[in-house]
């Protein structure tokens, strides 16, 4: 019985992580919109908004909400992505990156820019769609190597994605040392990614596959848990193990996909935030695909701030200030992890 | 309840069971035993659906297994292995609350879920290790929870490989009584016991496997005769009887 009312302590835990991340979400928001060489208070946000008439109000509609609304969805998809990977691969160190999407999305990027120029006027709607497309090829291509009769190995999967992340790398250094100057920042925009392109209308372009991935994603937490203990323990408490496996990764390889169409490929949020909640809660994936969600967004929009802010008037790319971050983290992690990895 | 008809399994060209038939009702517990390679896990993996019999089938309430979703078969069976690596540092509450997972497939959690959780994990008498993380346990306190979690799942059968593997003489005696309890309250009990005596104090009846066949099915009195055992196990055997009359069979080195 004591074991029974002592029992929800443990769970308010991840209540109340997921409650902190909510509240703070928001605030993070406000300070990020508020913040720049047009300087507005955050508590001061709310009231320019319902007037609508200060002059404020159009800097912060046309410039800062849609460049901190894309901060928060990308942040929130890799982050998402990068919890459901980790869960599916059983292993705390896996990316988003992994399954080969972020990798081809880049390629298809490289491949318009450089193979393509002149393209300009098509750039802003063709240059995020060769992204996704390259990304969800890059994923069919990976989980066509993985499957053989109608199975996939999770770990041929892993390997399958870390030989396709070789060769298009590979692919994007040829088409690099093909590129003009110009080509080339456009190109360097994509691999290190930045919330700059931000508009209401790219906001509106990727609303839909975000809003798809992230519904289907969190759904998955149940068998995400199951999988814990093993694919053949998952399949004895009823978890379907190949429909669900082409569904994590379809929906991951798609929330990735628009993540990377719209703001480059943004490194180590999608494998910092989920690690971050484990430490903050715990590993139920119930709690910790939502908490992924916020602290992905949260992060994401800081990384933007301190890349828009700590350089001004120049702007860093969001990707450089997320590694810069996020790889000594990284390196912590695997300090403390370093047993279990080295198994 | 369970009905095994002449199972065989290949992989390539070797066989790891040939014609292995039997029937389990409810309120029975088998115990599978036989020499290490003789077939019992791949046996249990057969029973439980995760793999398919190369020839044969296996009925589950008079339903080949083929015929079930993954999700209604985690209804009415939970199997125990011997897996102990989880991926992630999990208490052993979250642990043994995996096994309402099936449960909440269809519905949203309800407290008697977490009722349920606490009664297995009081049944496994692994209540006091609730907020333990898994990882940190001991292989016989991971055992424990592990049964909990497949008791929480509520299950009419229970496959169980080797649940004695790991616990100390008073922990095996006591999983094997919960077993025959179990069985009293309807379940159906298919267990692969290492021991000999175990086996024969506990199950109604034992199967004995050997290089993938079926040498003896029967009452524990009827199988574990010396001869067999030596046929079987390539030792010499002295057979007594138990003070509650069940046999008592202990190898001559």
Not at chain 2, 43 to 50: A, N, Q
Not at chain 2, 146 to 167: G, I, K
């Amino acid at each position: 019985m004591q074991s029974a009312l002592r029992l929800p302590k443990a769970f308010s835990r991840y209540r109340l992580a997921l409650l902190g991340l909510g509240v703070a979400l928001p605030l993070v928001v406000l300070l990020a919109a508020g913040s720049g060489a047009y300087a507005v208070a955050p508590q001061d946000i709310p009231r320019v908004l319902w007037e609508r008439e200060n002059p404020t109000y159009a800097v912060l509609t046309s410039v800062r909400f849609p460049r901190v609304l894309l901060a928060v969805v990308a942040g929130a998809l890799l982050a998402l992505s990068g919890a459901v990977m980790q869960g599916l691969f059983r292993n705390p160190l896996a990316d988003p990156g992994l399954i080969g999407v972020s990798a081809g999305a880049a390629l298809g990027a490289a491949a318009f820019i450089v193979a393509l120029p002149g393209a300009g006027a098509l750039e802003v709607y063709a240059l995020p769609l060769m992204a996704f497309a390259g990304g969800l090829l890059a994923t069919l291509a990976v989980w066509a190597l993985a499957s053989s009769g109608g199975q996939v190995q999770v770990l041929t999967l892993l390997l399958a994605g870390v030989a396709l992340n070789a060769l298009a790398g590979a692919l994007i250094g040829l088409l690099v040392s093909r590129a003009t100057d110009e080509q080339l920042r456009s190109l360097t925009f994509w691999t290190l990614g930045g919330y700059g392109g931000a508009t209401w209308g790219l906001l509106a372009a990727i609303a839909p596959t975000a809003l798809l991935s992230l519904w289907g994603l969190l759904r998955l937490s149940r068998p995400l848990n199951a999988l814990v203990l093993g694919e053949s323990e998952a399949f004895h408490l009823g978890v379907s193990l190949e429909p669900f496996k082409r569904k994590a990764v379809a929906l991951a390889a798609l929330a990735v996909g628009t993540a990377v169409a719209a703001a480059g490929s943004v490194g180590f949020i999608g494998l910092v935030a989920p690690h971050l909640f484990r430490l903050l809660a715990g590993p139920d994936h119930r709690y910790l695909l939502p908490g992924s969600v916020l602290l992905g967004a949260i992060l994401s929009v800081l990384a933007d701030l301190i890349a828009r802010t700590a350089a001004a008037p120049a702007e860093l790319p969001v990707g450089v200030v997320t590694s810069l971050l996020g790889a000594p983290f990284f390196i912590a992690l695997l300090l403390r992890f370093k047993r279990e990895v080295a198994r | 309840m369970l009905e095994a008809r002449a199972l065989s399994f290949r992989v390539g060209q070797r066989r790891l069971l040939g014609g292995v038939s039997f029937g389990l009702g409810a309120g029975e517990v088998l115990g599978v035993l036989g020499p290490n390679g003789a077939g019992k896990s791949t046996l249990l993996r057969l029973l439980s659906g995760e793999e398919r019999p190369s020839s044969g089938e296996v009925r589950l309430l008079g339903k080949p297994l083929p015929a079930y979703a993954a999700a209604e078969l985690a209804l009415l069976r939970s199997v125990l292995t011997q897996r102990r690596d989880l991926g992630f540092p999990f208490t052993a509450y979250e642990v043994a609350f995996l096994g309402r997972l099936p449960h909440l497939e269809r519905r949203p959690e309800h407290p008697r879920d977490h009722q349920a959780t606490a009664h297995a994990l009081g049944l496994a008498q692994a209540q006091a290790l609730s907020h333990r993380k898994y990882p940190t346990l001991s292989g016989g306190e991971q055992s424990r929870v592990d049964l909990a979690r497949v008791l929480a799942q509520e299950p009419r059968l229970l496959l169980l490989d080797e649940p004695t593997n790991h616990l100390d003489p008073r922990h095996q005696v006591e999983v094997l009584q919960l077993c025959r309890r179990l069985a009293r309250e309807g379940w159906a009990v298919v267990a692969v016991l290492h021991d000999l005596n175990l086996a024969a104090l506990f199950c109604d009846r034992v199967l004995l496997l050997h290089q993938g066949a079926a040498v003896a099915l029967g009452t524990p009195h009827e199988v574990l005769e010396p001869e067999r055992l030596e046929r079987v196990y390539g030792l010499p055997f002295a057979l007594t009887r138990h003070p509650s009359g069940r046999p008592w069979v202990m190898p001559l080195g």
